[in-house]
């Protein structure tokens, strides 16, 4: 049995062996014309990308999807690790290595996250129009919220991370209405539901790698979520205005225009899903950030956090 299994935080300078997950494989080509694939590689945990030379895509020996033993070679670029693939191949039976273990997960199971969402509702919620809109649309799509991730990258973009995601938000949401008077019977169902329409925008597989759907490309999340719904609404019974409210949450969960969002917050309670939507992702990648880090350590410029470093305290 093969005893290279190190984690990509462990990997220093050098070759070094180690089993990997495939995510996505990129075909291009040098100035030279020579061509090379540019791979995202995942430990279940870290993702980097590393090139592999003079092959192209179709050659590359593992397909995305399915974990490959490698030789990788790390070099320091500009104060950073680079990484070059130098061989590659598919997994054997005589690995003793679950391709499992290299899904990216909620920490919390699928199965345990769907159910404290319908205790939030239980305990948090009193409109019974709402509260049986939002059980139906958590029931009839039990088997994909599950598995589902809330992104092919950046945030929550494990197996069954849009329910950690919706979950962590709807716990919040009781607060947020208490100390600001909101209604909170929207607060808490447009927490749970802002996100639905990824359901129909992604497609996450048995290994958690995510892609976008053909209605995902072409009208997105929010359009879709708020079709959702429009048609479950209707089937539940739920009064037109009510519908109307929480159909405005999801297409202006995103706050601004030019942040992808449909329509801006109409009422305090859009807002502050809008709000709430934006501190779990930003803190989820302050979680990520952090736990690379040792102690007392920085972390270098973070895009998805506008450019701002993290610390890791003592």
Not at 143 to 166: C, F
Not at 184 to 207: F, N, P
Not at 288 to 300: H, N, Q, T, V
Request: charge should be negative.
């Amino acid at each position: 049995m093969n005893i290279n299994t190190l984690k990509i935080r462990e990997l220093g300078e050098g070759n070094s062996q180690t089993y990997l997950l495939v995510k996505d494989i990129s075909g291009r080509n040098a100035r030279t014309g020579k061509p090379y694939v540019v791979l995202s590689l995942s430990d279940g945990k870290d993702t980097i990308q590393a090139n592999m030379w003079d092959i192209t895509a179709s050659e590359f020996p593992v397909p995305a999807g399915e974990v490959a033993y490698m030789t990788l070679r790390a070099a320091t670029y500009n104060g950073k690790l680079t990484y070059t693939v130098e061989r590659a191949r598919a997994l054997n039976a005589s690995d003793g290595v679950k391709a499992t273990d290299f899904v990216k997960k909620a920490p919390i199971s699928p199965d345990e996250l769907f159910d404290r969402c319908m205790e939030i509702v239980n305990r948090y919620m009193s409109d019974e129009e709402l509260i049986k809109l939002v059980r139906t649309v958590f029931a009839d799509n039990r088997v994909q919220l599950l598995k589902s991730s809330a992104a092919k990258s950046v945030h929550h973009s494990g197996m069954g991370e849009l329910l950690w995601h919706v979950y962590r938000m709807a716990l919040t949401a009781p607060r947020i209405a208490d100390v600001y008077k909101l209604n909170r019977d929207y607060l808490v169902a447009g927490a749970l539901l802002h996100d639905i329409g990824k359901l129909r925008e992604l497609s996450t597989d048995s290994m958690g790698l995510t892609s976008y759907t053909l209605e995902g490309n072409l009208f997105g999340h929010l359009m879709l979520g708020a079709q959702m719904i429009e048609d479950y609404g209707k089937q539940c019974g739920t009064a037109p205005e009510k519908i109307m409210t929480l159909k405005h949450i999801i297409v202006s969960h995103h706050g601004m225009l030019e942040y992808g969002a449909i329509s801006q917050p109409a009422i305090p309670e859009a807002f502050a899903v809008y709000m709430l939507d934006t501190l779990d992702s930003r803190l989820y990648i302050y979680e990520s950030e952090i736990d690379k880090l040792a102690p007392g350590e920085i972390s270098e410029r973070v895009h998805f956090l506008d450019g701002a470093s993290v610390w890791k305290r003592e």
